[in-house]
């Protein structure tokens, strides 16, 4: 009974940490520095981006959990290490840290979507500026940024298929954008499209997966560099598709 209720503090705190968007050897290393504070120092995992497999000893049967949702909340990822660094510690017992880990999953999003969109329409213009864009078109891509992202998390409610919203989130900022253009309310076209686009860039997916690769694990690096690939495939694609029909 012992060795199960291990087993399901190091599985929760390892599903949290890869739908949080941590890397996979530090979803790896953290389930099994659990496990050596709880007393079992021969644990085994393996963790992918979309599973993680894990087993207190060679011996004993295999746990497996699907990771159907991932996100980027980072967030949950430091909460998690907290409570990592805290059983190290011997702060929290066993029961503490299933009590805590359990208080994280049912939380939702760290700040809320409103929010996320107005950080999204700030990013977005900042951007174009960065990007040496005209301060002109800080507001468009302003507009435009939130709106694009606005419709990504419509989109992905609405067909549950990230890709698809990412294609048709970027085909309206390319429409908003030239519409801008067209009624005189922008100057350079290219600046606010690429700063409007950048709440989109899969930036973390691309670094963990560098990450990964570095650190040996080649089965999750080549599956995060396809997802980006295919993010940003998806984003360009969607935009391609206005310059095509304007």
């Known amino acids: 009974m012992h060795n199960k209720e291990i087993t399901k503090v190091c599985l ?4 949290l940490m890869l739908q949080g968007g941590a890397e996979t050897y530090r979803v790896e290393d953290t389930m099994m520095r659990i496990a050596v504070a709880f007393g079992i120092d021969n644990s085994q995992s393996h963790v992918t981006p979309t599973g993680i497999m894990f087993s207190i000893s060679e011996t004993e049967p295999t746990n497996f959990v699907r990771i159907v949702e991932r996100s980027t909340d980072l967030n949950k990822v430091t909460l998690v290490n907290s409570i990592s660094r805290n059983i190290s510690n011997g702060a929290l017992s066993l029961e503490e840290a299933g009590a805590a880990l359990k208080v994280i999953e049912k939380q939702t999003h760290a700040y809320p979507i409103y929010l996320q969109i107005v950080a999204a329409a700030l990013a977005s213009g900042c951007f174009t500026i960065m990007f040496n864009g005209q301060w002109i078109d800080f507001i468009p891509a302003l507009i435009v940024g939130g709106t694009g992202f606005s419709a990504m ?3 992905h ?4 298929i990230r890709f698809f919203a990412e ?3 970027s085909l309206l900022i390319g429409f908003f954008s030239y519409f801008f253009i067209y009624m005189e309310f922008g100057i350079e076209l290219d600046k ?3 700063g409007s686009v950048m709440p ?3 930036g973390l997916l691309i670094t963990n997966a560098v990450r990964d690769l570095m650190a040996g694990h080649l089965v999750s690096g080549l599956s995060k560099s396809a997802e980006a690939f295919l993010t940003a495939f998806a984003i360009g694609a969607g935009v391609a598709v206005v310059f095509l029909i304007v």
């Not at 929760?12 to 599903?15: H, N, S």
């Not at 409610?157 to 549950?160: G, I, N, S, T």
């Open 192 to 194: 606010i499209i690429i």
């Open 12 to 15: 929760l705190a390892g599903k």
């Open 167 to 169: 294609f048709l989130a």
């Open 157 to 160: 409610r609405v067909v549950e």
């Open 200 to 202: 989109m860039v899969p």
């Open 153 to 155: 998390i419509y989109f």
